[in-house]
């Protein structure tokens, strides 16, 4: 059988990558060390990484290549093997501090154990090679991180990655890993996924356990993972499913697998465009991206969904004020060692009245309501992931629709109202609306139906409509 390039291999997929180890035709530490080469080589330009564990990956590789070399038969089952990923660094790696982008947490005893999403990744063959970049204990959209260093969009290195999962985007749109994991609180997967131009799921809230992995807002934190395909989203979320007991916010469902139902097809499912807030907050070009997938599924359907203003609010105020209370001993003794933007959305959060947040989990719990309405109608909403493009690095105020809005923050305008109540929502890469950036949407299902988002993001890729391309950086 004939060998494959490793450096090759590794701008493909996961699964491509996976094949590849179990017929023989690369191994997994040639595919470790490509990874590495490829972090070493990029990595002072992109800033995706603030760990990089690359011994444990190699003897991780090792063993892997020593089973295979006995034909174990675990190891060949393995949907992920072989394949390289990498982690936000508010996952819990043996051996490592979980910063979760702080310069307080860098005080901390390394981890004794990995978090349990890791673990499965693991477990599925996956090879850990490092911790990555983000803002701040997760506050904020753009991982211009004062401790680490911003993370640069490898698709133009004078813009952001997005945040706060900055660093799990641009490591797979620079082409150093294929797969990673992040999280999502306000849009912290999303918005990356967009500005970077790669795959990224927010499953159902509750869906995946967070245990070993540093809180922000217990109320409103997903994990979940990015991918260069739709089809390795779906195998790694499959990998990652299962319930937790340590996380008392993780459901007791089964698993519920996608893979095998990707290639359904999206003729069954009702499609609309959300109308409204999310067109009045979204720039021509993120309009244009939601049009044009629609086109794709043949929909020209649109909804509103009333509230979603109040949702976006409600959802900052249950934000600032949860996240205030976690972090309110160091906020007290040294308030000094936070970087000042998020000290100071903490603090506010501090001094919320209690009265204010009883109201907004009021919104909340309306707002879910209505969705829940707008689902008997249809099965799968659009819209955009992100207001425009990636902006420079320390841009201040971005220009929608006539409406000049500060930058950091409206990154998370479109994200946010559905984060508050939990959807699962799949982002897509589309290219060709703007001459050099790519853009993502939002494909929205109902809670639990992680499967038709799945779906529908392999149907666009299969049409190529939507792709995940890796950067030719300079």
């Not at 760990?51 to 444990?56: H, Q």
Request: aromatic share 6%; charged share 20%; net charge neutral.
């Amino acid at each position: 059988m004939t060998a494959v390039d490793a450096h090759a291999l590794l701008r493909g997929t996961a699964l491509d990558i996976a094949q590849a180890v179990r017929t023989g035709r690369c191994s997994a530490i040639d595919l470790v060390h490509a990874s590495l080469a490829r972090i070493h080589a990029t990595e002072g330009r992109v800033g995706a990484f603030t760990d990089v564990t690359a011994r444990r990956a190699v003897q991780s590789a090792a063993a892997l290549d020593a089973r295979l070399a006995v034909g174990d038969s675990v190891a060949l089952a393995m949907p992920l093997l072989g394949v390289p990923f990498a982690v936000k660094n508010l996952f819990d790696v043996h051996g490592l501090s979980t910063l979760a982008g702080s310069k307080i947490e860098r005080e901390q005893p390394p981890a004794r154990a990995d978090a349990v999403l890791v673990a499965r990744l693991q477990a599925a063959g996956a090879v850990l090679v490092g911790a990555l970049n983000m803002d701040e204990y997760a506050y904020g959209f753009t991982t211009e991180n004062s401790h680490a260093g911003p993370t640069h969009n490898p698709h133009d290195l004078q813009r952001t990655a997005g945040g706060s999962s900055g660093g799990s985007a641009a490591a797979i749109a620079a082409g150093q890993v294929p797969l990673t994991l992040g999280s999502d609180t306000n849009g912290s997967i999303r918005v990356p996924s967009s500005l970077c131009g790669v795959f990224g799921l927010k499953p159902t809230f509750g869906r995946l356990p967070r245990s070993g992995s540093y809180p922000f807002v217990l109320s409103l934190d997903h994990l979940g993972p990015f991918a260069r395909s739709a089809r390795d989203l779906a195998w790694t979320y499959d990998a990652l499913q299962g319930h937790d007991a340590a996380d008392p916010g993780c459901a007791v469902r089964p698993v519920e697998p996608t893979a095998a139902t990707l290639a359904h097809g999206v003729g069954d499912l009702r499609v609309a465009t959300l109308g409204g807030y999310f067109e009045d907050y979204a720039d021509l070009q993120a309009r244009s991206a939601v049009a044009l997938v629609a086109r794709a599924l043949c929909s020209e359907r649109r909804v509103a969904l009333a509230g979603t203003a109040r949702a976006r609010a409600a959802a900052f105020i249950i934000t600032n004020a949860q996240g205030a209370a976690l972090h309110l001993p160091d906020l007290r003794r040294r308030a000094q060692d936070f970087e000042p933007l998020s000290r100071d959305r903490f603090l506010a959060g501090a001094l919320l009245p209690a009265a204010w947040l009883h109201q907004a989990q009021r919104v909340r719990r309306r707002y879910a309501l209505q969705a829940a309405e707008l689902f008997e109608q249809v099965d799968i909403l659009l819209a955009p992931a992100t207001p425009c493009v990636a902006p420079l690095l320390g841009t201040e105020w971005i220009e929608l629709n006539g409406e000049r809005l500060p930058a950091r923050p409206s990154l998370g305008l479109l994200t946010q109202p559905l984060s508050c109540i939990g959807l699962p929502v799949c982002t897509v890469p589309v290219w060709g609306v703007h001459a050099t950036l790519p853009i993502g949407v939002q494909v929205i299902a109902a809670p639990w139906r992680e499967d038709r988002v799945l779906r529908v993001a392999q149907h666009l890729e299969a049409m190529g409509v939507v792709r995940s391309t890796v950067a030719e950086l300079p």
